[in-house]
Each structure stands twice: as C-alpha cells, then as structure tokens.
C-alpha cells in the first residue's frame, strides 16, 4: 500500500466521518437539553433530505435551493415533532421519551416509504466528480468538499454556543436545567430549539451525504454510526463527537485493508462494544457521578 | 372467582388445536414462544430497569444452539435440546452481563443493539455450521416416543414448557432472590444498603432473561422449522420491546398479553408490510403517551372501578 493510497483512504474516511461527526453533534444537541437520545434523528435527516429532492424536481431549482428547503423543512418538522409529541412527555422517564423517539423513527421511515418509495434516487452534489491530483496524491473533490463544509458548520455551531443569548441558554440548560430555569431562561425553549438545531444539522448532513450513498429511505441509517461516534468522543461532549466522528470513519475505512473486507460493516459495532466495555465515558467524557 | 377463569383459560388453550384451523395453531405457538421471550425481557427490565435491543440476538443464539443439536444429536428428547439451548444462551447473557453491568440506561440499550448485529454477523460468517443467508432447516424433534411432526404436537410441547416458566416467573417473588431483585428494582441504592449484592443480582436478571429468551428460540426453531439470520434482526427486538411496552413493564399477565397483541398484528398486517411500521410507531407513542403502565395497569385500573371503587392495596409480588 502506497503513501498516496493511504492518504486517498484517510481522506475519504474524514469525510465519511464528518457526516458522523454532523450526526453524532445533533444527538448531542438534543441529549444535553433534554437528557434523551433520539432515536428519529436519522429520519428527521432522510425526510428533510427528501423534501429538498422535491422541491428540485418540481421547481427545478438550482442546488442551493434544495439544500434551503432541505432545512426548513428539517427545522419544521424538528420543531412540530418537539411541539405536538414530545412536549407531552416532558415529565416522562427518559426510556419513555426514547421509545417515543423510536416510534416516530418508525413512523416517518414507514411514511417515507410510502410517500416516496423505498427506491434510491441519485442526488445531484456540489462538487465535481473529477477527482484532484496534487502530486501523486488524488482526492476525490466530493471528500474534501464534505469535510470542508461539516468544518464551516461546526465553526458556526460553535460560535452559536459560544456567543449567542440561545447558546448560552443551551449550555445552562445543559449544566442544570433547574438552576437554569431559576436564571429565568424557558427550558420549553430550550427544548424546541434544541431540536430545531438538530434537524437543521441533520438536513445539512443529509444533503452532503446524499450524491455518496443515494437518496432512500433507508439513509436514516447513518444516525446508528452518529451514536457511536458520539459514544465514542463521550456522550455530551461535542468536541468529542467531532473526534468520535472522524475517529469512527477513519476506522471504518481503514479496517477492510488489513482485516477480512467484510468486517467493514461491523466496525461501528465492534468499535462501540470495545469502548462501552473499556472507557464508558468515552474518549473526552467526563466520568458521571451520582448522588443519592 | 379468580380459580374459574384460570380453569377456563386453561381449558381454552387446551382445546385450542381441536377448534380452531392448522394455521391458527401455528399462530398460538408463536404467540406461546414470543410470551415467553416478553417475560425474560421482563424479568431485565422490569427488574433492573434497564432495556435490551438484542434480545432478537438471544432469540438466534438459542435457536441456533436448539436446531443444530436437533439435527446432530437425533436422539436427544427437545426437552433436552431446548434446556441445552436456554443454557448455552443464559452462558452468552453472563459473558454479556458482567461487562454490562458498568453501564446504564442509555449506553446498555446501545450495547445490547450492537450485540444484536453482532449475533447476526456471526451466524452469516460462521456459515459452515449454520449455513449463512441459505438458512437452516430444522427437522422433527421428539418427545420420547412422540415425534413432533404435527403443528398440535408442537403447540402442544410449546404450551408445556411455557406454562412451566410462567409458573417460575410468577413465583420468583417469592423467593429470597426474587425479592432481592424486587428490592433492586426500587432502589438500587437502599437494596445495596440493606445487603443486597446489586452486582450478581443485576448479572443473574441478565442471565435468567438470556435463559428465557434461549428456551424461546429453542422453541422457535422448532414451530418454524427454518432458520435464516434475518428473521433475527434488528426489527424483531424492537417488536419484543413493543410487547412489553403495550403488555405492561414488569408484569408476567402482560408480557403474555403484549406478546399476543404485538404478533397477532404482526400476522394481520403480513399483507401491508408498507404500513406495518408506521401502525407499530404510532402503538408504541399511543402506549408511551396515553397508557404508560401498558394493557396490565389498564386492566388492572379497570377491574378496581368493577368492584365499585374498591381500591385493592396490591401486594408488590402481584406484579412479576
């Protein structure tokens, strides 16, 4: 295996592993406002993903517009899920709310599938398919352009958390939610925000993902190896999810050229026991202590 | 009172095979096995408050371990084979549950889903002993001199072991490891001040639902008669889920009851596989929203307003 070759393989993992990276960040948005994982957030990004595909059929828009209205629909329907399903659950278990989320995950792949068949579609991508050559070293564009753009997103995220009067909401909801309601912030706000934000992430995710592994019902799927990456980085950390993420694709991509070739499928999962059973918290975690 | 409808109930499932078409007693024995997969589901999370989306991984390993002894070791009796196939699953829920024990809620519903691939990733490379995608067909076992060739036979041997670990699980409340168990499921912390090892209890919740699960999938393997590694998926666990959900957390009549709804409709909707998952998604938030003790607090609710608003203090051991 060549040096080229193995910067060809590590790149492409990266970019698998921004999308990882986008996935594993909305679970997280969503766990340190609510203290629950959702489970639809992979049907959240295949629906608004498809949404977008529409509107660009029938409009026969440009792709800029697609991915607009690949967002507002994912900030619609985050809001409405929030709003009219989860909210009445607020003061439910948190294994009640993951079941919730688990029922609507079903519910809007099963919709999909009958709104716009379990085929896949191609999906038209921002960036050329010829790949680059820098010296010996060919890139393929589509890879470098899907790190680059989950790295302008994170930046974004990151100074919305850092800067704004809602991130800061969001981060002290995240410490503690009472001591945060004291402070006057609407946890409820939080709330919606929360999965707002998240499907907003989703939707850019799913329309960078989408021209690599077609548009279908079953892309919903990439949110199981957003749980491992997040798991991977320590669940609530979001700079652990972005390191999780990559960590998780390069992994994935790596694995086939010195293991069986069939094990690439397993590599999330065999990634994910390893870590529960020998760090729980993850790599940036922090250990969980429980009062009485 | 209580006596009558027992007695009637079990003269109904009885009588069942003799009143009812071939495929229905087909139905009964599935609805028999998944019962019993919904009690050992139960027995984890009603007792460690935790949920498992593997158990469609136990299910296999003990089908497996069931069908492949039926067909190598011809003179075993099932009754052998199936305790042999709960054993060897309780053995992987140990290997499972002492690493688990470390993890909570969230990260064990993760690890067990993983675990669930796992299985199923297993069983397609270890194709030389099961065969793969191409599947397994699982010849007639027998009961002494009684060969199972028959859908009533196997009702019938089904409804045997399954009455058995009903019993066992009703009763586990009132044994000293039960109410131990009952005590962890409170409080893991004042059940741990009071002496109770939180550790081996929590491991042996995780191998006593292994070993149901396993007797299961013995049974299954032999009501189906064919094994392929994608009956065993990811959806199946969530359906055991679904049955302990909609039949009540923790209680024994409602994982029966769970298990007899969620695969009745699995069966009606066979035709409509399009809008099986958006009918299963909206049952599992209706349950979660509207009715979150499941059928069993349902009923229970029901039979106190039938006594006149007689409210019963029901003993702890009534549930499990």
């Excluded at chain 1, 440009?62 to 507002?72: D, E, F, G, H």
């Excluded at chain 1, 294994?95 to 919730?100: E, S, Y």
């Excluded at chain 1, 960590?247 to 499928?265: D, F």
């Excluded at chain 2, 229905?24 to 998944?34: E, G, R, T, Y």
């Amino acid at each position: 295996m060549t040096a080229a070759a193995l910067v060809h393989v590590v790149v492409s993992g990266l970019a698998t592993g921004s999308i990882y990276a986008l996935m594993a960040i909305s679970l997280v948005i969503i766990y340190n406002a609510t203290r629950t994982l959702n489970f639809a957030q992979g049907e959240i990004l295949m629906v608004s993903t498809f949404v977008g595909w529409t509107a660009m059929q029938v409009l026969r828009a440009p792709l800029v517009v697609t991915l607009i209205v690949a967002v507002a629909a994912a900030a619609g329907l985050g809001w409405a899920l929030e709003r009219l399903v989860i909210r009445h659950a607020i003061s439910a278990t948190h294994f009640d709310v993951l079941i919730i989320t688990l029922g609507l995950s079903l519910m809007l792949r099963s919709a999909a599938g009958l709104v716009w068949t379990h085929d896949e579609f191609p999906f038209p991508s921002f960036f050329a398919s010829r790949p680059l050559a820098i010296g010996p070293v060919r890139l393929a564009p589509v890879s470098l352009g899907i790190i680059g753009a989950s790295l302008a997103l994170m930046l974004a995220l990151y100074a919305l958390f850092r800067w704004t009067r809602m991130g800061r909401a969001m981060r002290a909801v995240a410490q503690n939610q009472r001591a945060a309601r004291l402070m006057g912030i609407s946890v409820e706000r939080v709330y919606s925000g929360s999965w707002v934000l998240a499907a907003v992430v989703g939707a850019v995710a799913g329309v960078l993902i989408a021209p690599v592994v077609f548009l279908s019902s079953k892309m919903g799927l990439v949110a199981i190896n957003g749980f491992t990456a997040a798991v991977l980085g320590g669940f609530g950390s979001m700079p652990g999810a972005v390191v999780g993420g990559m960590l998780l694709g390069v992994l994935e991509n790596l694995a086939p050229l010195y293991l069986p070739s069939s094990i690439k499928h397993s590599v999330p999962f065999l990634v994910m026991i390893t870590i529960l059973l020998v760090r729980p918290s993850g790599l940036l975690g922090r250990v969980a202590r429980r009062k009485v | 009172m209580r006596r009558a409808a027992l007695a009637t109930g079990a003269v109904l499932v009885l009588a069942l095979p003799w009143a009812v078409p071939r495929y229905f007693v087909f139905l009964a024995s599935l609805i028999v096995v998944n019962s019993i997969v919904a009690i050992g589901l139960n027995l984890l999370s009603g007792y460690t408050n935790q949920l498992s989306f593997g158990h469609a991984g136990f299910l296999a390993i003990g089908a497996y371990a069931g069908a492949l002894l039926t067909i190598h070791a011809p003179a075993l009796p099932a009754p052998a084979a199936l305790l042999a196939a709960g054993l060897v699953t309780a053995a992987v829920g140990l290997a499972l549950g002492i690493p688990c024990l470390r993890l909570e809620g969230l990260y064990l519903a993760m690890a067990t889903l993983a675990f669930g691939f796992v299985v199923v990733e297993a069983i397609l490379n270890l194709d030389w002993i099961t065969r793969g995608n191409d599947g397994l067909r699982v010849p007639a076992a027998h009961v002494g001199p009684i060969a199972l060739a028959s859908d009533t036979a196997r009702y019938y041997l089904t409804v045997a072991v399954a009455a058995l670990l009903i019993l066992a699980a009703l009763n586990i409340a009132r044994t000293r490891t039960g109410r131990a168990l009952l005590a962890v499921r409170e409080s893991e912390i004042a059940a741990q001040a009071s002496g109770v090892h939180l550790a081996a209890y929590k491991t042996l919740a995780f191998v006593l639902s292994a070993f149901y699960t396993g007797v299961a999938g013995g049974l299954f393997a032999l009501v189906v008669g064919f094994l392929s590694p994608d009956s065993f998926d990811v959806f199946l666990s969530v359906d055991f889920v679904a049955m302990i959900i909609v039949g009540g957390l923790g209680s024994v009549p409602g994982s029966v009851l769970g298990a007899a709804v969620i695969t009745t409709l699995n069966d009606s909707l066979a035709g409509f596989q399009n809008y099986r998952p958006l009918i299963f998604g909206a049952i599992l938030i209706v349950s979660m929203l509207f009715m979150p003790g499941g059928i069993a607090s349902a009923l229970r609710k029901l039979s106190v307003v039938g006594t006149a608003g007689r409210p019963r203090p029901g003993p702890p051991t009534a549930i499990i």
